[in-house]
C-alpha cells in the first residue's frame, strides 16, 4: 500500500533507466517495474547506447584499445539494466501484457544489433585494435576482449566485400524463412497424425497414462476413445508401457516419420537440401570450408574434427552397451513366449528396458522423495559451495518481483562482499516452463560491480508450513542451476564481456554439470536428505539411486550421438553448385551404416523433424556439445575423486583460479588444460555411464 499518487510514466522509465542502488553494490529495483515504462525505457536505452557507439565510431584519434574497446565495454549499461528487467517479466511474469510489448520490441532490438552490426566505421576502428594487438602492450584479457569483439563482426560478415555482404543478408533471410516452413511442416505432422485407441487396446497402459489419453481425446471431440498424438511425450510411455506390439510400431512410425512422409509437410525434399546448400555458401563466403568449420570457429571444440573425433571415440563403446542391452531384453522376450521371440526392434526397445529396469533396478522414486525436501536441498547447495570454496550465504531484504522470493548476500573465505544469489521457486501460470539461471548482473572491475544473479524453478507452492518435497531428479537439477550461478559469483575478470558464463556453448555446461555430482555424496546426503522428522535417506535406497544412473545408457547415448554424427556430417559435406544435393533420407542411411548403427535404434531426431539443427541454427553443428560438456565434467569430477576425497580443499582452489573465475578470459581449452594438466579425456565419461571400457 501506498500513500503517494501513483508515479508518472517519466519517472517509471527513469526507474528502469537509472544506476542500481541499494545497500548490497546495487539491486535490481523489482520493486518499481511498471510494464507500460518497459517499452518507452527500451526505446530510451537504444538511443542513449547508439549515442555512445557513434561517438566511438566517430572518434578522430588513432583507433587504441582505450578509444575503442574500453568505452564498447562501458556502452549501453542503461540498456542492460532495462533488459534484464524485460528479460526476468517476459521469462518469470509473462502476462498478455508484457507478451505485446515482447512482440513489439523483438524486432526493434534485432534491427538494433544488426545496425550495431553494420557500422562499418566502427568495425573499422576494432579492426585497426585487433591486428595490433600483438604489439602493442595490451593484457591478455583485453586481447581476449579485443579479439571477442572483433569476431562477432566478423562471423556476421563485417570484412566482407559488400557484394558478399548483401549476399549474406538475402541468404539470412531466405533461411529463416526455410526454418519457419521446416516448423509448420513439423507441427502439422504432430497435429494431423493422431492415434485414437479404443477401449480394447489399452493393455499394459496404466491408469494415470490412459487417463491423459482419454482426456486428450476429449480436448479433440472425440468422447469415450484413447488419444496418442504424434509427440514425444505421448509417444514414450505408449512405447514403454504398451503390451500390443502392433500398436508400438504405428505409434513409432508415427513418430519417427514426421517431416518425412512425402505429402505436403515433408521437409526432405526441397526445405533442408536448400536450407544445407545456403549455409555452405555462407560460409564458403566467410572464408570456411565448410558451414560447421564456419560455426565452430569459436567453440572449444573448435573444429568439426575435434568434435567427430571426441564422438567417434565414445561411439564404439556405447554400440558395446546396446549389445548388452539387447542381450538383456531379448532374454526377457523369449521368456515370455518360452522359446525364441522375435528379435528386439525399435518399437520394442522402451518397453522391454522398462521390463529391465524393474527386475534389475527396482527403484521406487516415490520413496526417495520423502527425502528431498526443497529447504534443505538449498541448504545443501550452499553447504557445499561452502565446504568446496569458502562461500557463506546470509538472507537479506532486497526488492523482488514475487512474494516467494528469496535474495541472500554471498561472501567470500575473508567476509567479503561476492554477489547476490535469487531464487523464485513455484510455478506460476505467467512463469515459462523448466528451470534455469539468470545472471542479472555480470562482476568487473573495470567498472566495479559485483555480480548479480538467479535461479529459477517451477515446483508447485506447497499448503503453508508445509515442506515441498522434490523428485530425485529435481535435485539434480537444483545443484545444476545453482552450479551456473557459482560460475558468476565466482568471476574476477576486469570487463563485463568476458565475465562469468558469457563462455563458449560447449563450456558453459561444465560448472553446472560438473556441480550435480556432489548431490551423491556420502556428506551432502547424510545431512540434508532427510524427511521431515531429521531421518537420513536409508543406504540401500542410496546405493540403488546411484546404480540406477547407468540403465539404459546404451540407448539413451547412442540415440543421441546418432543425431550428432549425422548433424556434423550434414554440415561438413560440401554442397556447393557442383556438388550433388543431399537426400536427407539417404544420407542419413548411409551415414549410420557406415558407423555400424545398431538396428534397434534410431536417431533420437531424424533429419527430417531434427528441429535443433533446422529450426534457426542454434544447434547446427552445435548437436554435438551436449557430449562435449559431459565429458569435460566428468573428467573434471575424477579430479577430485583422484585424490580419494571429493571435496579435495587444492583440486577445488584449483578449479576456481583456473575454470570458475577466469570467464572467457582464455581460450577455454587452454583454461580446461591449466586445470587437469591436459587436454579432456573420454576415459572418465564412459566409466560414468557404465560403458565396457576396454
Ligand atoms: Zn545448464
Known amino acids: 500500500m501506498s500513500a503517494s499518487p501513483s508515479p508518472s510514466l517519466e519517472t517509471d522509465v527513469a526507474a528502469l533507466l537509472s544506476d542500481w542502488t541499494g545497500p548490497y553494490g546495487g539491486e535490481p529495483p523489482f520493486d518499481r517495474?511498471?510494464?507500460?515504462?518497459?517499452?518507452?525505457?527500451?526505446?530510451?536505452?537504444?538511443?542513449?547506447?547508439?549515442?555512445?557507439?557513434?561517438?566511438?565510431?566517430?572518434?578522430?584519434?588513432?583507433?587504441?584499445?582505450?578509444?575503442?574497446?574500453?568505452?564498447?565495454?562501458?556502452?549501453?549499461?542503461?540498456?542492460?539494466?532495462?533488459?534484464?528487467?524485460?528479460?526476468?517479466?517476459?521469462?518469470?511474469?509473462?502476462?498478455?501484457?508484457?507478451?505485446?510489448?515482447?512482440?513489439?520490441?523483438?524486432?526493434?532490438?534485432?534491427?538494433?544489433?544488426?545496425?550495431?552490426?553494420?557500422?562499418?566505421?566502427?568495425?573499422?576502428?576494432i579492426d585497426a585494435?585487433?591486428?595490433?594487438?600483438?604489439?602493442?602492450?595490451?593484457?591478455?584479457?583485453?586481447?581476449?576482449?579485443?579479439?571477442?569483439?572483433?569476431?562477432?563482426?566478423?562471423?556476421?560478415?563485417?570484412?566482407?566485400?559488400?557484394?558478399?555482404?548483401?549476399?549474406?543478408?538475402?541468404?539470412?533471410?531466405?533461411?529463416?524463412?526455410?526454418?519457419?516452413?521446416?516448423?509448420?511442416?513439423?507441427?502439422?505432422?504432430?497435429?494431423?497424425?493422431?492415434?485414437?485407441?479404443?477401449?480394447?487396446?489399452?493393455?499394459?497402459?496404466?491408469?494415470?497414462?490412459?487417463?491423459?489419453?482419454?482426456?486428450?481425446?476429449?480436448?479433440?471431440?472425440?468422447?469415450?476413445?484413447?488419444?496418442?498424438?504424434?509427440?514425444?511425450?505421448?509417444?514414450?510411455?505408449?512405447?514403454?508401457?504398451?503390451?500390443?506390439?502392433?500398436?508400438?510400431?504405428?505409434?513409432?512410425?508415427?513418430?519417427?516419420?514426421?517431416?518425412?512422409?512425402?505429402?505436403?509437410?515433408?521437409?526432405?525434399?526441397?526445405?533442408?537440401?536448400?536450407?544445407?546448400?545456403l549455409r555452405y555458401e555462407k560460409a564458403r563466403l566467410m572464408g570456411f570450408p565448410s558451414y560447421a568449420a564456419w560455426k565452430m570457429q569459436d567453440t572449444m571444440a573448435g573444429t568439426p574434427e575435434a568434435a567427430m573425433a571426441q564422438m567417434m571415440q565414445v561411439w564404439p563403446a556405447a554400440v558395446a552397451r546396446v549389445r548388452q542391452e539387447v542381450a538383456d531384453m531379448q532374454?526377457?522376450?523369449?521368456?515370455?513366449?518360452?522359446?525364441?521371440?522375435?528379435?528386439?526392434?525399435?518399437?520394442?526397445?522402451?518397453?522391454?528396458?522398462?521390463?529391465?529396469?524393474?527386475?534389475?533396478?527396482?527403484?521406487?522414486?516415490?520413496?526417495?522423495a520423502r527425502y528431498l525436501q526443497l529447504d534443505k536441498m538449498r541448504e545443501a547447495l550452499f553447504w557445499a559451495a561452502g565446504r568446496l570454496f569458502g562461500f557463506s550465504f546470509a538472507r537479506i531484504d532486497a526488492p523482488v518481483f514475487s512474494p516467494d522470493m528469496s535474495v541472500y548476500e554471498v561472501k567470500d573465505r575473508s567476509g567479503r562482499h561476492l554477489a547476490l544469489w535469487y531464487l523464485d521457486p513455484y510455478a506460476r501460470p505467467i512463469k515459462a516452463s523448466g528451470a534455469w539461471m539468470n545472471q542479472y548482473r555480470g562482476q568487473q572491475t573495470d567498472e566495479p560491480a559485483a555480480a548479480v544473479v538467479s535461479n529459477n524453478t517451477n515446483f508447485v507452492k506447497p499448503a503453508p508450513g508445509r515442506p515441498v518435497l522434490i523428485s530425485w531428479d529435481d535435485a539434480v537439477t537444483l545443484f545444476h542451476e545453482f552450479g551456473h550461478a557459482l560460475h558468476a559469483i565466482h568471476a574476477k575478470v576486469t570487463y563485463p564481456s568476458v565475465s562469468g558464463t558469457n563462455v563458449a556453448r560447449d563450456f558453459v555446461e561444465l560448472p553446472s554439470q560438473l556441480y550435480e555430482n556432489w548431490l551423491p555424496t556420502e556428506a551432502v546426503l547424510s545431512r540434508f536428505a532427510v524427511d521431515e522428522d531429521g531421518r537420513p535417506i536409508p543406504g540401500p535406497l542410496v546405493?540403488?539411486?546411484?546404480?540406477?544412473?547407468?540403465?539404459?545408457?546404451?540407448?539413451?547415448?547412442?540415440?543421441?550421438?546418432?543425431?550428432?554424427?549425422?548433424?556434423?556430417?550434414?554440415?561438413?559435406?560440401?554442397?556447393?553448385?557442383?556438388?550433388p544435393p543431399i537426400d536427407p533420407a539417404r544420407f542419413e542411411k548411409e551415414t549410420l551404416e557406415a558407423i555400424g548403427m545398431p538396428p534397434e535404434i534410431v536417431m533420437r531426431h531424424r533429419t527430417s523433424q531434427f528441429f535443433h539443427v533446422f529450426q534457426g541454427d542454434g544447434y547446427a553443428a552445435g548437436y554435438y556439445s551436449y557430449l562435449w560438456a559431459e565429458v569435460l565434467d566428468h573428467d573434471a569430477f575424477e579430479a577430485f575423486t583422484e585424490t580419494g576425497d571429493p571435496w579435495d580443499p587444492a583440486t577445488a582452489q584449483r578449479l576456481a583460479d583456473d575454470i570458475l573465475s577466469v570467464g572467457d578470459t582464455i581460450d577455454p581449452a587452454e583454461a580446461f588444460r591449466r586445470f587437469r594438466g591436459r587436454d579432456p579425456d573420454v576415459g572418465a565419461y564412459l566409466r560414468a555411464k557404465g560403458f565396457p571400457v576396454s
Do not use: C
Open 543 to 579: 546405493d540403488k539411486l546411484l546404480k540406477a544412473r547407468t540403465f539404459n545408457t546404451g540407448f539413451a547415448v547412442t540415440e543421441y550421438l546418432a543425431a550428432a554424427i549425422v548433424d556434423m556430417k550434414l554440415h561438413t559435406t560440401p554442397q556447393g553448385p557442383g556438388d
Open 331 to 368: 532374454a526377457i522376450a523369449d521368456g515370455e513366449v518360452g522359446g525364441t521371440a522375435p528379435p528386439i526392434a525399435p518399437w520394442d526397445y522402451r518397453h522391454y528396458a522398462e521390463k529391465v529396469r524393474k527386475a534389475k533396478y527396482d527403484l521406487d522414486m516415490q520413496a526417495a
Open 33 to 125: 517495474v511498471a510494464v507500460s515504462a518497459l517499452e518507452p525505457a527500451i526505446e530510451e536505452a537504444m538511443r542513449l547506447n547508439q549515442g555512445e557507439i557513434d561517438a566511438i565510431a566517430a572518434d578522430p584519434a588513432a583507433p587504441t584499445f582505450a578509444n575503442t574497446i574500453a568505452p564498447l565495454e562501458r556502452a549501453g549499461r542503461a540498456l542492460d539494466r532495462v533488459q534484464t528487467i524485460y528479460g526476468v517479466w517476459t521469462a518469470n511474469l509473462k502476462t498478455p501484457e508484457v507478451q505485446a510489448v515482447e512482440t513489439r520490441m523483438e524486432p526493434a532490438l534485432a534491427a538494433f544489433s544488426d545496425r550495431i552490426f553494420q557500422n562499418e566505421a566502427l568495425f573499422a576502428r
Open 129 to 277: 585494435v585487433y591486428r595490433a594487438r600483438g604489439r602493442s602492450d595490451l593484457t591478455p584479457e583485453q586481447q581476449r576482449v579485443t579479439w571477442k569483439h572483433w569476431n562477432a563482426f566478423v562471423k556476421q560478415g563485417a570484412q566482407l566485400p559488400a557484394a558478399a555482404k548483401a549476399r549474406v543478408t538475402a541468404i539470412n533471410q531466405r533461411l529463416a524463412s526455410l526454418s519457419s516452413s521446416f516448423m509448420q511442416n513439423l507441427l502439422a505432422d504432430e497435429a494431423e497424425h493422431v492415434l485414437y485407441l479404443s477401449e480394447g487396446e489399452l493393455d499394459g497402459l496404466p491408469q494415470a497414462l490412459r487417463d491423459a489419453y482419454a482426456q486428450d481425446a476429449a480436448d479433440r471431440g472425440r468422447p469415450g476413445a484413447w488419444a496418442v498424438s504424434n509427440t514425444r511425450s505421448a509417444m514414450e510411455p505408449f512405447l514403454t508401457y504398451s503390451d500390443r506390439r502392433d500398436l508400438r510400431e504405428t505409434v513409432w512410425r508415427a513418430y519417427y516419420s514426421r517431416g518425412g512422409n512425402g505429402d505436403d509437410h515433408d521437409n526432405t525434399v526441397s526445405i533442408i537440401p536448400e536450407t544445407l546448400r
